[in-house]
């Protein structure tokens, strides 16, 4: 996870994922090494998957779905995502709860 300056000071912060689509359950599947894989059951086609995981991600940190975008990666399983809003050590203590309550 990396963070960037932001407009308006709040805290932006970029985070890479790999997304598996057409999962038979959706869930943050836990870190392998900097790299969050999540888990849809969306299929990869026309954006499908893409709207699952910022779905998935922003009920899982708390935040408007707008609070997330989709920097890279948009058609590859290999995505960086940017979440304003929330302080890095938020982010990983929210997904490390989410990937330590399965």
């Known amino acids: 996870m990396g ?3 932001g407009r308006d000071d709040a805290p932006v912060l970029r985070i890479d ?4 689509p057409g999962s ?3 869930e943050i599947a836990g870190f392998l090494g900097d790299v969050l894989r999540v888990r849809v059951r969306a299929p ?5 998957a893409n709207a699952a995981v910022l779905s998935l991600l922003a009920r899982t940190l708390g935040v408007a779905p707008s609070a997330l975008r989709v920097v890279s ?3 590859s399983p ?5 979440i304003t809003g929330l302080a ?4 990983r203590a929210r997904l490390e709860d989410a990937i330590g309550s399965r």
């Open 3 to 5: 963070s960037d300056p």
């Open 17 to 20: 994922l790999k997304v598996v």
């Open 24 to 26: 038979s359950r959706e």
């Open 44 to 48: 990869a086609e026309r954006g499908k």
């Open 73 to 75: 990666g948009a058609s």
């Open 78 to 82: 290999r995505k960086t995502l940017e």
């Open 88 to 91: 890095s050590d938020a982010v």
